[in-house]
Each structure stands twice: as C-alpha cells, then as structure tokens.
C-alpha cells in the first residue's frame, strides 16, 4: 500500500514528521515538499528508518520524494521507542 503527501507550505519538522507517521503505516510514501531544508530532513529520516529514497526535482524548486520501506524495517519506530523508554526509566 502507498500514500502521497503534499507537504508543500508546511513548516520545519512538519514534512519530515508527516513522511515518518506515513511510512511507519505503508510501504512506499511519496511526500512533495518545496524547501531544500525538508528535502535534507526527509533524506536523514531515510538513513534512519533504512528505507530507500528516490528524489525528482521538479522545475520552481519542488521534489517529490519517494520513501520505500525495506521488509526487514517494519516496525523500526516502535522498537527503537520501545528501547529508548527503557533507557530512560532505569529498566
């Protein structure tokens, strides 16, 4: 399953939030955002997260990235949260 996300407008942390919610629920995310600054964001969530990422530049500064999520990363938010909360706890 996919999902597609015009993030165009938005603020800082919104792109790159909104690409993580999506790509934690689908397969493949294809999320447009219009800032360099997004575009970096989304990239750095990509090498966390372990998915792939494909990047058109469209003419006035726009790309259209698109985030596929390996098999073997399903789940990788909420087992790293997981092991983060224990950490902080004192578990």
Do not use: F
């Not at 999320?31 to 750095?44: F, M, P």
């Amino acid at each position: 399953m996919s999902d597609y996300i015009n993030a165009k407008g938005l603020g800082c942390a919104q792109p790159v939030l909104l690409a993580r919610r999506s790509i934690e629920l689908h397969h493949e995310t294809t999320i447009v955002v219009d800032t360099r600054e997004s575009l970096e964001n989304i990239r750095v969530l990509a090498m966390h997260t372990g998915s792939a990422m494909e990047i058109a530049e469209e003419p006035g500064g726009i790309y259209s990235i698109t985030l596929k999520r390996r098999p073997d990363t399903a789940g990788y938010t909420r087992g790293s949260e997981k092991s983060s909360s224990k950490g902080n706890d004192g578990s």
